[in-house]
């Protein structure tokens, strides 16, 4: 493994050079879509280690090496069937991580102990997915002053109720008895808590409740036995959403549209419910993101979204420090991803819209910044091509804001366009940055636009809300074929070139917009989307249910089959035009494969039989499409059906 290294001071330009196989259009779609050579590069507490996700064969494991010159590389997982979802250091020696089975979402926790020779390897606590349900554990508290133990959350004994446990990493799971003996149960769900809220400590302080539409906020003092309810709310009103407590265990930091439509981060006292001093807010949109630091124990800062990422921070000395590492790196995002506990050692990544990323080690003592890895070396930044964002008005008023990616060898003018609708779609928005989807589509010669249409999430209530109600199919449909009139009126895409993709509620989109405007699309690529929406309600997950009322509020009522019918494109096949592309995963809990089937079986019966390049069904994937040779052969074929259609 070939590392490049450089030192520079702050205030010093830095240069680097990727490796380049040559031109986008010369990249094949293995650059775009093999796993990243680095991602998620984190510090041991100590600061004397670095773990990464790093692929081994095909599947994403985790590697270790020495901060010091990054020697002793070694993979400490040797995972084959599976990817590592996510880790995180508990103390010097042991790695907590989780692994996905097969898209099912049931997450299991597992350690490894990297202190000796051949790392051992234990499961935590065991996930399952089944006929009853999905079984499945996260971490909620890492409990940073305490190397032995985190905080675990785990729906085990009731599936839709997951209770709090105090587990020791050094220890088992119990496969024969499925449990682990050394979890202590220190939150029991009674049955609607929908979140739990823990202070710095670790400490069990709070909890939201959700019964049908009417909601609480739960309380209890340190060291008490019992909550209290602070607060009554409906999820549809103005109100509050907890972030984290303050580093004296009593003021919590909420974020809240009480009198105003765009969320702000205020002061809370929970036990009074009592709203206190405006920490941060914007005219434009919902803020809800804190800058912490536990070592120096104080706020730092807040980041939002506007068109891009935006940072605001309080404290002068880390405004400073970041001023200074931003310009030596001119023209880029920097952020800190990882820190030492003590924060004089610290991760930077460094990237932007062109830019994969490298990650760079900062020694704040030093004030020096040294190059360390590469996400994706492989790219040539020079090829890829620019997101810029796009602002226009609906047909009904609205402002609406999307981004939009050209091809940069082009002239920027009457291009061959995809429109590419996020999921969700509620509290969902798209953001500014490297996307290789675009950035793939884009060395193919497509422009790619994406939409935040009403029902998005960061513009404020009333915009969410404005996609609340049966508006699938509808106003929030008519936002994309919006959008697509306007960059045709701005000369920037070709109206007889234009295909719509998108996955999870964009998929829906795609299929929206084959069967409601089916003159405006040439092609559509629907991807791991919703055909049947009464289906979505019948078939989602048991987890899910106690949402249930809000999402019958949200997208519609399922009793109303006038309703259902008009909104869902399974209903509508026979007004499908344009070549149409389906992508599904077999394990999906989220939109159950029989959307996609039920839709093959419809077109049969019209005539349209799916080729092998128009029809993917993976057993061994659930909502999107995981596994790396699973999504190069899915965009290979991708390629091949906008080759045929859009060219």
């Not at 009464?534 to 809000?550: C, I, V």
């Not at 839709?599 to 029809?615: F, K």
Request: proline fraction near 4%.
């Amino acid at each position: 493994m070939k590392i490049w290294k450089k030192f520079v001071t702050l205030m010093l330009f830095v240069t680097f050079t990727d490796v380049a196989w040559g031109s986008a259009s010369e990249l094949k779609v293995e650059d775009f879509f093999k796993n990243p050579k680095f991602t998620s590069l984190q510090l041991s507490p100590d600061g004397s280690k670095l773990a990464v996700i790093s692929p081994v064969g095909k599947r994403k494991n985790i590697a270790i090496m020495e901060t010091d010159g990054l020697k002793n590389i070694r993979a400490v997982t040797g995972l084959k069937e599976q990817d590592i979802a996510g880790f995180f250091w508990a103390n010097n020696e042991d790695i907590i991580f989780t692994i996905q089975s097969d898209g099912s979402e049931a997450f299991s926790l597992y350690k490894v102990n990297i202190s000796k020779k051949k790392p051992r390897v234990d499961l935590l606590v065991g996930s399952k997915s089944g006929a009853s349900g999905i079984r499945t554990a996260a971490v909620v508290h890492t409990l940073p002053n305490d190397p032995d133990h985190i905080i675990v959350q785990y729906n085990g004994r009731r599936i839709k109720a997951p209770d709090l446990y105090k587990l020791n990493i050094h220890s088992r799971w119990n496969k024969k008895r499925k449990k682990n003996p050394r979890m202590k149960l220190i939150a029991k769900n009674p049955g609607d808590v929908q979140g739990w809220i823990l202070d710095n400590d670790g400490k069990v302080r709070g909890a939201t409740t959700l019964n049908g539409l009417k909601g609480q906020l739960l309380y209890k003092d340190q060291g008490a036995e019992k909550f209290t309810v602070t607060r009554e709310f409906s999820p549809l009103d103005e109100g509050i959403a907890p972030l984290v407590y303050d580093f004296d265990n009593d003021t919590m930091y909420v974020a809240s549209n009480i009198g105003r439509d765009k969320a702000a981060i205020y002061e809370y006292d929970p036990k009074n419910n009592k709203l206190g001093k405006l920490i941060f807010a914007d005219a434009d949109v919902d803020i809800s993101n804190l800058i912490m630091s536990r070592h120096q124990k104080k706020v730092l800062g807040v980041s939002y979204i506007k068109d891009y990422p935006e940072t605001v921070y309080f404290d002068k000395k880390t405004e400073s420090m970041m001023n200074g590492l931003k310009s030596a790196f001119p023209g880029k995002r920097v952020s800190i991803s990882s820190q030492s506990k003590d924060e004089s050692i610290n991760v930077l990544l460094v990237h932007d819209d062109q830019d994969p990323g490298n990650y760079y080690l900062y020694d704040r003592k030093a004030g020096k910044v040294r190059h360390l890895l590469s996400r994706m070396s492989w790219l040539n930044v020079d090829d890829m091509s620019e997101m810029t964002p796009i602002k226009f008005t609906s047909r009904d008023g609205l402002v609406i804001n999307g981004y939009i990616t050209i091809p940069k060898d082009s002239n920027g003018k009457n291009l061959p366009i995809i429109i590419n609708p996020h999921g969700g779609p509620f509290g969902i928005r798209d953001v500014w940055g490297f996307n290789p989807e675009h950035q793939f589509f884009a060395s193919r010669g497509y422009a790619t636009v994406q939409v935040n249409f009403r029902g998005s999430g960061g513009y404020g209530r009333k915009f969410e809300q404005a996609g609340y109600g049966g508006k699938w199919g509808a106003e929030m449909q008519n936002d994309l074929t919006d959008a697509i009139n306007y960059l045709v009126k701005e000369g920037i895409a070709n109206p007889d070139k234009v295909c719509i993709y998108g996955a999870s509620y964009g998929g829906y989109a795609a299929m929206a917009g084959l069967t409601f405007t089916p003159d405006l699309y040439k092609c559509g690529i629907n991807y791991v989307g919703v055909t049947d929406v009464g289906l979505l309600f019948t078939s989602m997950p048991k987890h899910w249910e106690p949402a249930k009322e809000l999402l019958k509020i949200q997208i519609g009522d399922p009793d109303d089959e006038i309703l259902m019918k008009r909104m869902s494109p399974l209903a509508h096949v026979d007004k499908i035009k344009a070549p149409l592309m389906i992508i599904q995963g077999a394990k999906d809990p989220r939109v159950v494969k029989q959307h996609a089937t039920d839709l093959r079986d419809a077109l049969e019966e019209r005539g349209i039989t799916l080729s092998d390049d128009e029809w993917i069904m993976k057993e061994n994937e659930g909502h999107g499409f995981s596994k790396e040779e699973n999504k190069i052969e899915l965009y290979t074929k991708m390629e091949k059906f906008l080759a045929k259609h859009l060219k």
